[in-house]
């Protein structure tokens, strides 16, 4: 199986298949490395939202650090719109929502995440608000380029 595979398939059939979830969890760095290079927000929100609702059918089999990569996939489109996206995955349940690191919500940064979330009308975007502004408050995000700069080690 090869990542260009998988997106052929879901440009054809909007849905991504549970093996294809797996092959894609087992090599997190060739689908990030391949979604650098070519971009597809449609297909990195698809798979988020397959990771979530795998996470909420059977817990053990999306685990947090899967989800985490789904959130930086849809995060590299920079839309400040998807922080709802990344903030509602984090949600998902209790140890998601410890677990997803925060920062993934303010991949474009605080400045440009505050004024979008006061605005939406997302009914999501007050708890959302509220939340980071706590954690600004706690100085969460003054590293935050140097989150981003290095998180592709991780993977």
Request: glycine share 2%.
């Amino acid at each position: 199986m090869e990542i260009v595979t998988i997106i052929n398939h879901f440009n054809k059939h909007h849905n991504i298949p549970a093996a294809c979830i797996a092959w894609m969890i087992s090599n997190k760095r060739q689908v990030y490395d391949y979604l650098l290079l070519y971009p597809h927000r449609d297909f990195a929100i698809a798979l988020l939202d397959s990771l979530v609702d795998l996470r909420k059918a059977q817990p053990d089999d999306a685990g947090i650090e899967d989800i985490m990569f789904a959130c930086l996939l849809v995060a590299l489109h920079r839309q400040t719109e998807d922080c709802l996206l990344i903030w509602k995955a984090k949600n998902t349940d209790f140890d998601t929502f410890c677990g997803v690191d925060i920062q993934l919500v303010l991949f474009m940064d605080v400045p440009a995440t505050i004024p979008y979330l006061q605005t939406s009308g997302d009914l999501d975007a007050p708890k959302a608000l509220e939340y980071i502004l706590e954690c600004d408050e706690e100085g969460d995000f003054e590293r935050l380029d140097h989150y981003y700069s290095s998180i592709d080690l991780h993977w």
